[in-house]
């Protein structure tokens, strides 16, 4: 459409493309069209070194997987990004020792579905199904890469973003527990309380199971902080329904959340094959009774870091005051304090003395053992 009926551009080049770009260059340079949107089977960009604009200095994401084997039927990304595959670790840990050689302080290992990690030789999942016992033994799974890089670098602080519910194990959390360096947030996208609404969406697992899931991390880590995504006004989504997602909020208490409206998605099995039957206004006030019991909860947790001394990374100037810094504590929280002289990268220790929903007010008592 772009080349043929819009006549807006010359060349369209897919995500996994990059490689060809000279070749698609020469074409247009011969007065042809070019397209490349084929996605690869195996590519993870794991030997290109990322330029980072606009950065802090101070953290920084590092890409552990591409793609997305999970079919959710309100998400476009197994079409967009391909299939599941990872990264050499290898390549990962070549990145974060270059990212430490540069004064970084924080990586977020990042993927669609982090806990899906694998990696034993070639990388992909299908090799590692058909694999020996002893290659399964051997393979480097999620909660081994982690294990890996809390331990090769202790004086880098570690998260990661996104797990998936289904394929979160409790290897993952135990590790979590073993060490310091790994901060203590899951981003664990639950995106209804409805387990009718959560087979629509062919997320592969129950509410009960998923409640489970963030018992245990409860049990092995009090202190985790633990987020979700939340879509309001799925197709067919009755009353009942969100009554349901209302009642999982007050179960898990967030510490925060991002929530949305449904709205379709070209190319996805929802927008294909279902009608977008909730009307926008019913949506909008679902929503707001959504964002409305979950900032009564970003309250009640944040209250919880009253009184405390909390490890903050200093990632630049509060928004707010440019007499005070801004970081975050491990449960990524932000967290607002005078200047004094500390600066940028620093971790210092913060008497939390106030908050807000969503912010932490303290004052600095040092320096963390962590610089």
């Avoid at 409860?218 to 067919?236: E, L, N």
């Avoid at 967030?254 to 206004?281: H, I, N």
């Amino acid at each position: 459409k772009l080349l043929d009926e819009e006549k807006i551009v010359d060349m369209v080049v897919g995500p996994d493309a990059y490689k060809d770009l000279p070749n698609l260059i020469k074409e247009v340079d011969s007065g042809r069209d070019a397209v490349n949107v084929i996605l690869s089977k195996d590519e993870t960009y794991g030997d290109i070194a990322p330029v980072r604009l606009n950065t802090n200095g101070v953290t920084a994401f590092v890409s552990i997987t591409r793609g997305c084997d999970n079919m959710c039927t309100f998400c476009v990304v197994p079409f967009t990004r391909g299939r599941e595959r990872s990264r050499d670790p290898q390549s990962i840990l070549a990145e974060i020792q270059e990212l430490s050689r540069k004064g970084f302080k924080e990586i977020t290992l990042l993927g669609q579905n982090v806990d899906s990690y694998l990696w034993y030789g070639g990388g992909l999942k299908k090799n590692f199904e058909n694999a020996s016992e002893m290659q399964k033994a051997t393979a480097t799974n999620f909660s081994k890469l982690l294990d890996m890089v809390a331990l090769a670098y202790p004086k880098m602080r570690i998260r990661f973003s996104t797990s998936n519910p289904q394929d979160m194990t409790l290897d993952v959390i135990k590790t979590m527990a073993a060490h310091k360096n790994i901060c203590n947030h899951i981003h664990l996208p639950v995106q209804s309380g409805s387990n009718r609404i959560l087979k629509e969406m062919n997320r592969l697992h129950t509410i009960e199971e998923y409640f489970e899931l963030i018992d245990n991390i409860r049990k092995i880590i009090p202190d985790c902080a633990i987020s979700q995504d939340i879509i309001s006004g799925f197709p067919t989504e009755t009353e009942e329904d969100h009554a349901d997602t209302l009642k999982a909020l007050e179960y898990v208490k967030y510490d925060f959340g991002y929530m949305y409206a449904y709205s379709e998605r070209p190319g996805t099995l929802a927008g294909r094959k279902m009608e977008d039957d909730v009307p926008e206004p019913i949506k909008k006030r679902r929503l707001s009774e959504i964002i409305a019991l979950q900032r009564s909860h970003c309250q009640f947790r944040t209250e919880k870091h009253v009184g405390k001394i909390q490890e903050v990374l200093i990632e630049g100037t509060s928004k707010k005051s440019k007499n005070e810094w801004m970081g975050r504590n491990s449960q990524s929280t932000v967290v607002v304090f005078p200047k004094e002289n500390y600066k940028i990268g620093d971790f210092v220790n913060v008497q939390i003395n106030d908050c807000t929903s969503a912010t932490l007010k303290g004052v600095a008592v040092g320096y963390s053992d962590n610089n």
